[in-house]
């Protein structure tokens, strides 16, 4: 799966912003099998700094990974599952925290997300969620300018602008991609459920 990415181009004397492609899940330089980046889509905050496989691309080749919104899946009392949409309220996009490497001769861009522990009202639906910047923090993540704490956890009042909207269990499939995936469902009409469970960026 190819995503976008922006990152600072990696030749010059003055980096300057680059739109690019990029296969998610990231592949470390000194990696034998492409294959290990099936296992790294997602990079945990509280280890991403010291963790072999992310430190390198933590510490030198940070990205921002644009996306309209994510998917989460919640397991009822009852044992049935729920697909949730988180998206700004407002339609705009958000930029997850994300890392890049290049792998092979060929130099093939590959990266992931930064997750961390869910906040506020997303306690209730996950444990977990896309470590998701505010345009104040963009600057300093892609190394612009120096910061305090690059994994500081998204602000309250950033997080109070994104909507938590129920939609049906067809994102449980990759292989569905089409708009009405992000639909409003009412959680309580009968459906024939087919999740899968984790988060998937759209």
Known sequence: MTVPIIRLSDSGSSPTRILSGARWGLVPSWASDLRIGNRMINARAETVATTR???NAFARRRCLVPADGWYEWHRSDTGGKQAFYFTP????VLAFAGLWETWGPDKMVTCTI???SALGEMRHIHDRMPLAL???RWSAWLGEEPADDLLAPPDPDFLSGLEIRPVGPAVGNVRNN?????????PKAPTTPNPTTGSTLF
């Open 53 to 55: 496989s992310y430190r």
């Open 89 to 92: 309220a407002d339609g705009g």
């Open 114 to 116: 930064v997750t961390t």
């Open 134 to 136: 505010s345009p104040d």
């Open 178 to 186: 089409y708009p009405e995936l992000t639909h409003r469902v009412d």
